[in-house]
Nanobody, 119 residues
């Protein structure tokens, strides 16, 4: 099994910055990608940013140029640096780990960390 633990959420003013961390533990094999998703109240969960085992990344249009996803393989940790935060970034942020399809295509989720951006 894989466990994901997010941290770094909190209250920040518009224009501020936060860095989220996601530490993975357990049977960490055959990782295809790790990603951050967010869910605002009453909304669906949406992809924010992904980082693949190759190192390539992709971002939602709404966060391009403001958020940066990165990984530390030695620590099995993925980060999300969030700058120039907007009120619409307020949400619970979830970390996801996905294994390669040939390894079962498993999805693992953390419990989430709340980010609140105040005007």
């Amino acid at each position: 099994q894989v466990q994901l633990m997010e941290s770094g959420g909190g209250l920040v003013e518009v224009g501020g910055s936060l860095r989220l961390s996601c530490a993975a533990s357990g049977r960490i094999f055959n990782i295809d990608a790790m990603s951050w998703h967010r869910q605002a109240p009453g909304q669906q969960r949406d992809l924010v940013a992904s980082i693949y085992s190759s190192g390539s990344t992709n971002y939602a249009e709404s966060v391009k140029g403001r958020f940066t996803i990165s990984g530390d393989n030695a620590k099995n940790t993925v980060y999300l640096q969030m700058n120039s935060l907007k009120s619409e970034d307020t949400a619970v942020y979830y970390c996801n780990l996905r294994t390669y399809r040939w390894a079962g295509g498993m999805d693992y989720w953390g419990k989430g960390t709340l980010v609140t951006v105040s005007p």
